[in-house]
């Protein structure tokens, strides 16, 4: 997947544009940088059918519809 940058036309792999933060408390976006311009750029993480690295969906099957509460870490 080739990433465009809307500012100054750069184009890149993602590897390139550099993580920044997430973009939203919940959900895999996120904002990566332009290695060029460094102008931040909004980035849909699952367009591309990467693998999922967020919380939650390990526990389909019989588990399904549970709450899993991480220790330690939501309270
Ligand atoms: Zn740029």
């Known amino acids: 997947m080739v990433l465009k940058c809307n500012n100054c036309g750069y184009e890149g792999s993602k590897a390139e544009f550099k993580y920044l933060h997430l973009a939203d408390s919940a959900g895999p976006n996120s904002y990566r940088l332009c290695p060029k311009c460094q102008?931040?750029?909004?980035?849909?993480?699952?367009?591309?059918?990467?693998?999922?690295?967020?919380?939650?969906?390990?526990?389909?099957?019989?588990?399904?519809?549970?709450?899993?509460?991480?220790k330690g870490k939501n309270e």
Not at 47 to 65: D, H, I, M, S
């Open 39 to 70: 102008f931040a750029h909004y980035c849909d993480e699952l367009e591309e059918g990467e693998q999922f690295t967020g919380e939650g969906v390990w526990g389909a099957g019989p588990l399904r519809g549970k709450v899993f509460k991480k």
